[in-house]
């Protein structure tokens, strides 16, 4: 019926980023480029304790300095963040307790940061302190603390089992288990978060500049804290520099910042720094799996146990507590590409005197990933047998979709075995492990590991919210030009590229006459925004979907004006023209021009003007994107370094719509993916005190530690509109374990196998130099 | 991430540099800044007064003079790297100067305040202690110099005075000797986990290795270099078993390997140095 223009010229194309010219000439305008006279500046007082009882704030030194306008404690604003579920509020200045070092106590305005600053600096806080429970084992047991002293730090337990699991685990001919940890870690983005609030003399509007992924569901949150009428919040989210999953959460200090402009009737403005980032900003990962894994004399794994413990931190965010998101994701992806029959699966999720944890890129999915590919490579060092076959032998095939896991998934179908067979010939494997045994004679030790993911793509729930659809808008303009909104939320990924894409290409107009718009609710239809990998694969099939129906008012136009049937009506080169016929032709321009100022040419009943919003909810609850991650590092044994030599990706998301978009997305992800192998970690001390708060001790991998990698692509379509799959996390679940899988590898001769990642170059010597054993 | 506020003075000349380091109290040099600013953005370093000596194009020469290559205070990393007479009397201390941080902050950074600012990981202070280098101190009562090895005290402690001001480095010119240089760093331009430099005779065995990063200080140690790579080995472990290292059991062991590793490489390129010629 909808039929598409015979040949896509965009779809598919490596179109250029339209985002780019600004972007990369230094004109894109970030939150704090928002600039408007008479703004109070905030600087937040926060918690250096990890927990304790607040005695007393005393803010008059603070409030004396010269140009200071006012200081909130938690009396002024008594905002909280209460989510019913655990019965946990988080007031959002601290009330009587603080609950991890980074928490804000209090909040200066002032005429510029520095006076506010000045003035932070002179808020007196007297803490009585309590002791901090700092991690899972602590935060269970019985001498343990409890967090919040009305409940227990256990919030969230779940158990999952296959019938039959017990016999299949019993009966395995072989057993080996391993315990993974991935430590703490966060996404970090160029820009840091921020937020701005002015109220609107006039209207008595609230508008809120906010550093965010979701428009729609950051005004929603609003108009229910602050108790204000939807209409009267305006949301606008201007060029967001990366975002990564920890700009989706909503932050205390957006609601004092929001709190502060309408009630002290100025505007005002805080920009996050670097410190305050790595403090307060969402962490995520901090995760333990112990793993049991059972398998046959061919390496098939039979069934596999794993209990989780993750540590959610002080509060859970709103609709999005971290650590439950991570073990749900990382146990409901825990089989991964692989046939496994049976799962046993315990979740505990606890409470400590840490900083919150919330969305990360991937989420569980990196942790999961690890546990997937680290049971296949253990089942492989205790058979001997090659990594690769183990997998071979364990691969969902395509006679098996769709496969429904045993943890209850229905995967659309992929391209596993496919894919890592493409990545193994690629990297050329054979040749690789003759080459390896041959440099290990020379005291070299170089390593190859393998990570075939699944990603859960475009589902109807992600740290973005629960809209299970996203919405545009298209505007064909009286001169023919296109505008089109969406409710998406884009930090950099290029959607108003490949959105423009779609749309230009069912219109037949250039890409460069569409222009797309989003974040500002005023304009955007209500959508999810950008999360859980849902923007191309939902935003896109709502642009499509959209551009379509506006296609259908086209035709049906010039069809009229032609005299001629809609389907001997076609759409080529921006004109509508009787099949094959050209001189029989209406431009774009003139159809909308006449939509628009001639409406007494229009068909009987068609509307003037030419506007179409449209939601889209895809068939599928979830479509599922894979690939394989092959990378090949060299370990100094000297210096406990790891080199990546080459690395190489397959990549299957579907229906393509811009190759390099995709491939720019995938090259972020592995460079985060080093870090997260390798670099970064966020480290409390026994006391509590988060001893990473510079970029200086939170080490995130410089273009020099990236390697060239070659990307290659697989299109296996999903039943979604337009066949495309979501792809921006898989990138970084793969990675990660690719690269621990390497170093296990290339220290084998070791004994080495890698279980908890960063691996740090000081770990490495002291299991070279056979101090301590490895799992 | 703010400073405080400061006033900021930019003289003109030598001698008003150094009357207003006399009379303000609470007073600080800014040369590069990149030491400095970071540190007030933290609130870690408070000055009144900010002192700034770009202006005084005299601090900026290198020249060569009776038998000492004398560096003015000024001269940035990015100039040192590739100076004629630096790359031709100390391609050691170009090496090292190379490995400073990223572009950007080498064409900022100054030699002077890398030595004054003396932190205990950085190439530039061990350079100076390598080749026995002499600070020249000056203030408005006069001038004082200072060997590098007296200079240097601890993390980030110096013998410079409050109203002092360093204005040049002197080394002398090698003879007889060659140096080599190594050290490992985290990711390119990070400051090194450790490093050493090694001095070895054109004739005979005697030498001597300037450990950095693992100490609070540039330690330089005087030894007969086995040319045995095992003994040397064994040279290197119990010359680093006498420096403090860090407290922390683990990170300290690792340094000191990282450093016996850089020492091994920066004698095998001190000889090689000699093979060029
Ligand atoms: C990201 C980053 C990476 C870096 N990596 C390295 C590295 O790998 N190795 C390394 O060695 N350094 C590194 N640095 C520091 C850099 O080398 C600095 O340039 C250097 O330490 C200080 O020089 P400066 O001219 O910037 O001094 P400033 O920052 O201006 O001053 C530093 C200190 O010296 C004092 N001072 C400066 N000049 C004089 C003078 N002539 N007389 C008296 N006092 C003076 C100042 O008062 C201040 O106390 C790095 C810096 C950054 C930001």
């Known amino acids: 019926m909808m039929q598409g223009p015979l040949k896509p010229q965009f779809t598919g194309a490596r179109v250029t980023r339209l985002e780019d010219a600004r972007l990369l000439r230094g004109r894109g305008r970030y939150l704090d480029d928002i600039d408007v006279p008479g703004t109070l500046h905030v600087a937040f007082v926060r918690s250096n304790r990890p927990a304790a009882r607040i005695v007393s704030i005393d803010v008059e030194e603070a409030l004396a300095v010269p140009g200071v306008y006012t200081v909130w404690t938690a009396e002024d604003c008594g905002i909280t963040m209460y989510t019913e579920r655990y019965d946990v509020g988080q007031p959002v200045l601290a009330k009587d307790e603080v609950r991890f070092v980074g928490e804000a106590v209090a909040a200066v305005f002032a005429e510029d940061r520095y006076v506010a600053e000045d003035a932070a600096e002179r808020v007196r806080v007297v803490y009585h302190p309590l002791p901090p429970v700092l991690g899972f084992d602590e935060a269970l047991s019985d001498e343990g603390r409890r967090v919040h002293a009305h409940r227990a730090n256990l919030f969230h337990h779940t158990e999952h089992q296959t019938e039959g699991f017990a016999e299949a685990f019993a009966s395995a001919p072989h057993r080996a288990q391993a315990t993974f940890v991935t430590h703490r870690q966060t996404g970090v983005p160029m820009e840091p978060r921020g937020c701005m609030a002015q109220l609107d003399a006039a209207t008595g509007r609230l508008t809120v500049y906010v550093s965010h992924q979701s428009p729609h569901q950051f005004r929603s949150q609003l108009t229910e804290l602050l108790q204000m009428p939807e209409n009267q919040i305006r949301v606008i989210v201007p060029e967001v520099g990366g975002a990564f999953g920890i700009k989706a959460m909503l932050y205390p200090e957006y609601l004092v910042v929001a709190d502060a402009a309408r009630r002290l009737g100025r505007p005002v403005k805080w920009v996050s720094d670097r410190t305050e980032s790595l403090l307060a900003d969402a962490h995520a990962r901090d995760n333990r799996h112990e793993v049991e894994v059972a398998f046959d004399e061919e390496g098939r794994i039979l069934a596999v146990r794993d209990h989780v413990f993750g540590d959610t931190g002080a509060y859970p965010f709103l609709g999005f507590p971290g650590a439950v998101g991570e073990a749900g994701w990382a146990t409901s992806m825990l089989t991964g590409p692989y046939k496994i029959p049976h799962v046993s699966i315990t979740v505990d999720c606890v409470f400590s005197n840490k900083a919150p944890e919330g969305a990360y890129r991937g989420v569980g999915g990196p942790v999961g990933a690890q546990v997937q590919e680290g049971i296949v490579d253990l089942v492989a060092r205790h058979l001997g047998k090659d990594a690769a076959d183990v997998r071979r032998v364990n691969f969902i095939r395509d006679e098996d979709f769709p496969y429904q896991t045993a943890t209850g998934n229905v995967y659309d179908p992929g391209s596993y075995a496919e894919s890592m067979e493409q990545a193994l010939a690629l990297i050329d494997y054979e040749r690789f492990r003759r080459e390896q045994a041959e440099l290990r004679r020379q005291g070299r030790y ?272 999903s039943a979604n509109v337009g066949g495309f799959k979501g792809m921006g996390e898989g990138s970084l679940i793969a990675a990660p374990p690719a690269l621990a899988g390497a170093v296990s590898d290339a220290l084998a001769p070791f004994g080495v196998f890698v279980t908890e990642i960063p691996v740090h170059p000081q770990q490495i010597l002291e299991w070279v130099q056979g101090r301590v054993h490895s799992a | 991430m703010k400073p405080i506020s400061f006033s900021y003075y930019r003289p003109k000349s030598l001698a008003e540099a150094l009357d207003i380091l006399a009379q303000e109290e609470e007073a600080k040099v800014i040369a590069g800044g990149q030491s400095l600013v970071p540190l007030m953005n933290f609130r870690l370093s408070r000055p009144k007064t900010l002192v700034d000596i770009n202006g005084l194009r005299e601090l900026a020469a290198v020249e060569a003079d009776g038998g000492v290559l004398r560096i003015g205070a000024l001269v940035r990393h990015q100039e040192l790297l590739a100076h004629p007479l630096v790359v031709q009397h100390f391609p050691a201390l170009a090496a090292a ?118 100490g609070g200080r540039p330690d330089r140690q005087e030894m007969e270099l086995s040319p045995d790579a095992a003994s040397r080995g064994r040279q290197f472990a119990a010359a680093l078993a006498e420096l403090d290292g860090p407290e922390d059991e683990v990170e300290a062991r690792y340094r000191r390997q990282l450093a016996a590793v850089a020492a091994e490489q920066a004698y095998q390129r001190a000889i090689a140095s000699g093979r060029g010629n």
Request: hydrophobic letters at 40%; aromatic letters at 6%; proline letters at 5%.
């Open chain 1, 446 to 717: 170089l390593g190859i590991g393998i990570c075939t993911f699944v990603e859960p793509s475009a589902g109807a729930e992600s740290e973005a919210g629960s809209t299970p659809y996203e919405a545009a808008s298209i505007r064909i303009e009286p001169t023919g030009t296109v505008t089109a909104a969406l409710g998406l939320g884009p930090s950099g990924q290029g959607h108003e590229t490949t959105m423009a894409q779609l749309i230009a290409d069912q219109l037949g107009v250039d890409v460069k006459d569409v222009v797309v718009m989003h974040g500002d609710t005023d304009s955007a239809p209500f959508g999810g925004g950008t999360g859980g990998s849902r923007s191309g694969t939902i935003g896109g099939g709502a642009a499509l979907r959209a551009s379509q129906e506006m296609r259908q008012r086209l035709m049906k136009l010039a069809a009229h004006l032609l005299e001629a049937a809609e389907e001997d009506v076609e759409l080529v080169d921006g004109h509508a023209q009787v099949k094959g016929v050209p001189a029989r032709a209406y431009s774009v321009r003139d159809l909308a021009r006449i939509a628009y100022t001639d409406v007494a040419r229009l068909p009987e009943g068609m509307q003037p003007g030419l506007e179409v919003v449209v939601r889209y909810q895809p068939p599928l609850s979830t479509t599922y994107s894979n690939g394989t991650h092959v990378a090949l590092v060299e370990v100094d044994t000297q210096t406990g370094f790891v080199r990546v030599l080459d690395y190489v990706v397959v990549n299957d998301c579907g229906r393509l719509i811009n190759p390099m978009i995709v491939e720019g997305q995938i090259h972020g992800g592995v460079a985060q993916g080093i870090g997260s192998a390798f670099l970064e970690e966020l480290r409390y001390d026994d006391s509590g005190q988060l001893v990473t708060t510079s970029l200086m001790d939170y080490l995130l991998p410089a273009a020099t530690d990236v390697p060239r990698m070659r990307v290659t692509h697989i299109e296996t379509p």
């Open chain 2, 97 to 214: 100067a190379a490995e400073i941080g990223h572009w950007a902050i080498r064409t900022r950074g100054t030699i002077g305040g890398s030595l004054v600012h003396a932190d205990p990981a950085a190439e530039l202070p061990a350079a100076t202690v390598a080749h026995r280098g002499v600070l020249v101190l000056t203030s408005a009562h006069g001038e004082r110099r200072v060997d590098a090895d007296a200079f240097f005290y601890g993390y980030l402690m110096t013998d410079i005075a409050p109203d002092e001001l360093l204005t040049a480095v002197e080394l002398p010119l090698p003879s007889g000797v060659r140096y080599g240089f190594a050290e490992h760093a985290r990711r390119p331009g990070d400051f090194a986990l450790a490093g050493a430099f090694v001095e070895v005779a054109e004739a005979g065995h005697a030498g001597a290795v300037t450990w950095f990063g693992v």
